[in-house]
């Protein structure tokens, strides 16, 4: 099912089970998946180094990176599902709270079009 017809509670659920059914609760604490996640992170943003933003949209046409990307993507977010859920950590209001904070820090009338003042 695509983004518009899945849920976040979904997606922690498929890796809350897919953890259980390994029975590595007990190796994903906060600290191995904190890790987990800048390790996924740092894999992603191999695959930009040393190429200028003006040649991503070639990146964008070349299916066989894309397909890396995409599953690089999948397991930043895995490890970020897995890290909410055991921290009890609900995904829409931290990110709906961010967003506020940011909108007071960044407001749009003194920041648009740019990225500092």
């Not at 983004?3 to 809350?16: F, G, I, N, P, R």
């Not at 890790?35 to 070639?58: N, Y």
């Not at 397991?75 to 909108?103: E, P, Q």
Request: proline letters at 1%; glycine letters at 2%; charged letters at 30%.
């Amino acid at each position: 099912m695509a983004d518009d017809q899945t849920t976040l509670s979904e997606m922690k659920q498929l890796m809350a089970d897919f953890v259980a059914e390994r029975n590595w609760e007990q190796f994903h604490d906060a600290k191995n998946l904190s890790a987990c996640i800048a390790i996924e992170a740092a894999e992603l943003m191999e695959h930009f180094q040393w190429t200028h933003s003006d040649a991503v949209a070639k990146i964008q046409n070349d299916e066989k990176t894309m397909g890396e990307i995409t599953e690089e993507v999948a397991d930043v977010f895995a490890y970020l599902l897995s890290f909410a859920t055991t921290m009890g950590i609900d995904l829409s209001d931290a990110l709906r709270d961010k967003m506020v904070k940011n909108a007071k820090k960044y407001p749009a009338d003194k920041f648009y079009g740019k990225f500092r003042l």
